[in-house]
C-alpha cells in the first residue's frame, strides 16, 4: 500500500466523521489535528492543576495496589512464606521424582511410535467398524443357528413321538394276532 493510497483512504475516513464541516480558517477538518489539539489542551490543563499532577504521579502506585499479587505480597510475610514450602517439602520432592522420571522417559514419548498414533488410530478406526460388522453378522449367524437347532429338536422330538406310537401301534397289532417276536 503506498502513501497516496493511505491519504485516500485518511480523507475518506475524515470525511465520514466530520461530514462537509470546515475549520475557521476554511480547510477540511483533519481528525490527527482534532486528536492533537484535544490531547495538547488536556495535558496543558493537568499541568495547571496541583491536584491532576498529584493523581498523575499515584497513578503508578494504583496500578501497583491493584494488582491481586500486591495483596499476597502484603498479606504474607517472607517467614510464613518459608513454611508453607517446608510443609510442602514431601509434596514437592515427590512431584519432582516424577518430573525427573518423565524428563527420563522424554526419548519414549518422541519415538516413531508415538508420532505415528494419528495414523494408526485411523487404521484401528476402520479395523473397529470392520469388528462390529462382523459382530453384527456373527450375532445374525448365531440367531439363524439358535431357529435351526429349535426346528431340529422339534423334528426329532416329533419323529420321536410318531417312532413311539408307531411301536405301541405295532406291538398292540402283534397281542393282537399273538404273535410272538422274533428274539
Known amino acids: 500500500m503506498d502513501t497516496n493510497e493511505l491519504e485516500m483512504r485518511l480523507q475518506a475516513l475524515e470525511s465520514r466523521i466530520h461530514g462537509e464541516r470546515r475549520s475557521k480558517s476554511g480547510k477540511p477538518l483533519k481528525c490527527a489535528e482534532s486528536i492533537s489539539r484535544i490531547q495538547g489542551a488536556l495535558a ?7 491536584r491532576v499532577k498529584i493523581l498523575h504521579k499515584k497513578m503508578e502506585d494504583l496500578v501497583k495496589f491493584l494488582d491481586p499479587q500486591f495483596t499476597d505480597h502484603i498479606s504474607v510475610p517472607d517467614t510464613m512464606k518459608l ?18 522420571q518423565v524428563n527420563s522417559l522424554q526419548p519414549l514419548l518422541d519415538s516413531h511410535y508415538i508420532r505415528d498414533v494419528p495414523e494408526h488410530a ?6 473397529s467398524q470392520i469388528h462390529i ?8 449367524q448365531a440367531g439363524e443357528v439358535k431357529k435351526l437347532f429349535d426346528q431340529y429338536n422339534k423334528t426329532m422330538f416329533l419323529l420321536s413321538k410318531q417312532f413311539t406310537q408307531w411301536d405301541e401301534t405295532l406291538r398292540a397289532l402283534e397281542e393282537a394276532k399273538e404273535v410272538k417276536p422274533v428274539e
Open 44 to 50: 496543558s490543563t493537568a499541568n495547571k492543576r496541583e
Open 83 to 100: 513454611e508453607l514450602v517446608l510443609a510442602e517439602e514431601d509434596f514437592l520432592t515427590s512431584q519432582a521424582s516424577l518430573l525427573e
Open 122 to 127: 485411523t487404521k484401528l478406526q476402520r479395523l
Open 133 to 140: 460388522k462382523q459382530q453384527d453378522h456373527s450375532d445374525a
